[in-house]
């Protein structure tokens, strides 16, 4: 099996974090999110990947060279963005026309089972099969509309609550027939939700099939914090402890929370539940990290709570300072002592923040 991850795009919604690494290398339980998507085509018999980059290639290239677990991987990078189709018609002298073959979002979490959908996609000939998601509000997503046959007779991207036409999300996971090709025009950007999609359905050539378990879309801060959770829950159980890990006898890891290599807690801090601690940070005296992710070589002192939160890569967050749910701590940001960011608060990388913000906000 082939397989095309979509890794492009500058994931907006995740500044400031996604100024300096692109959505796919965000850590999910210390390891970039899509370490754990090549893990599951390897598993699912994929022998080659194509990474459809263009938002610092050069990252992914650096991490991933041209082989992972087994797998060929090719990195087909684009001078402007393609899109969601784009890059896979960028992508057709990589793929070829043998076979049916994968094409994934890249900031998925999922336990999704791609060989079942393989097989699925086979079995009703069809030129494009997706993988469906019920979930409450479909506003956000694709929306399928499917017969008994599981036959998608309507695809809408992104419509409003009340016009969707069923709770069926397109969970951004689809087998292509390499007939996809002739749908898709070449040289611009295109959106495979919009533009191809519901042109398959009229012609009955899309094809749907639900799914339970494990999926989630990392690209808003919620969502972020939540696939952190997910996999906790799921893969960590338990909680931890990397390599040459310094911790007073005093400390209290709660389940489940993953602490990196190399990181050092001093006595009467309390970790978890749910947190993710990268690897060398330093976590001072009587800290308490909560439901969040601490990226690698943050330094939090003495006495300071981060509840709901994302701190970026090298922060450093004074003492007797308190990070409430849903804030963003670019990377080398400094937050001084007693400084409280209550909410929702974002703060730009390098900055320095000297006094406390209460409301929701951005500080550049
Ligand atoms: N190569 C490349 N080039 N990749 C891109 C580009 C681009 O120009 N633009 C976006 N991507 C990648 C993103 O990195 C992401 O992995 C994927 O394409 C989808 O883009 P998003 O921007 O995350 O879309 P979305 O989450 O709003 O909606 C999509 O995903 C939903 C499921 O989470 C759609 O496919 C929806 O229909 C779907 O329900
Ligand atoms: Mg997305």
Redesign the pocket.
């Known amino acids: 099996m082939k397989a095309v ?7 907006t919604r995740l500044r400031p974090l996604s100024c300096t690494r ?3 290398l965000f850590p999910i339980c210390n390891r970039p999110l899509l370490d754990w998507t090549l893990e599951r085509l390897a598993k699912s018999g994929v022998k080659q990947v194509v990474l ?3 938002y610092m290639s050069e990252a992914f290239i650096q991490r991933y060279g041209n082989s992972t677990r087994g797998m060929r991987l090719f990195h ?1 990078k ?1 001078e402007e ?4 189709g ?2 896979i018609k960028n992508a057709e002298g990589l793929i070829g026309h043998e076979e049916p073959f994968l094409a ?5 979490l999922t336990n999704f089972d791609h060989s079942e959908l393989m097989k699925k996609h086979i079995e009703k000939g069809a030129t494009a099969t997706i993988a469906l998601y019920r979930v409450e509000d479909p506003s ?4 399928a509309e499917l017969t008994k046959e599981n036959c998608v007779v309507r695809f809408v ?2 419509p409003p609550r009340k016009e969707a036409p069923s709770n069926l ?4 996971i689809y087998v292509l027939d390499p007939e996809i090709f002739d749908y898709i025009p070449s040289g611009r ?1 295109v959106s ?2 919009r533009e191809v999609f519901p042109k398959l359905a009229d012609e009955g050539k899309l094809y749907g099939h639900d799914f339970e378990g494990l999926w989630i ?1 990392i ?1 808003k801060p919620e969502g972020y914090l939540k696939a952190n959770r997910l996999l906790l829950d799921t893969e960590i159980k338990k909680s931890r402890l990397g390599k040459s890990v310094r911790m007073e006898s005093t400390v209290e890891i709660k389940d489940p929370t993953v602490v990196g290599d190399n990181v050092v807690i001093e006595e009467k801090s309390k970790v978890g539940p749910y947190a993710a601690i990268g690897e060398r940070a330093i976590l001072g005296k009587g800290v308490r990290v909560q439901n969040s992710i601490v990226f690698p070589g943050v330094i939090i002192s003495d006495f300071t709570s981060v509840k709901g939160a994302i701190i970026g890569e090298d922060a450093i967050i004074g003492r007797r300072v308190k990070v409430g749910h849903g804030c963003m701590i670019g990377d080398h940001a400094v937050i001084q002592n007693n400084v409280t960011l209550a909410r929702r608060v974002t703060v730009c990388p390098s900055r320095v923040v000297s006094k406390g913000v209460l409301a929701p906000g951005c500080l550049m």
């Open positions: 991850i979509l890794a492009g795009g500058f994931a692109p959505k796919l459809a980059v263009n087909s684009e963005p393609l899109g969601t784009g890059p994934l979002n890249g900031d998925i956000r997503y694709g929306v991207e992104k999300a397109n969970a951004g950007q495979i939700e879309d690209g």
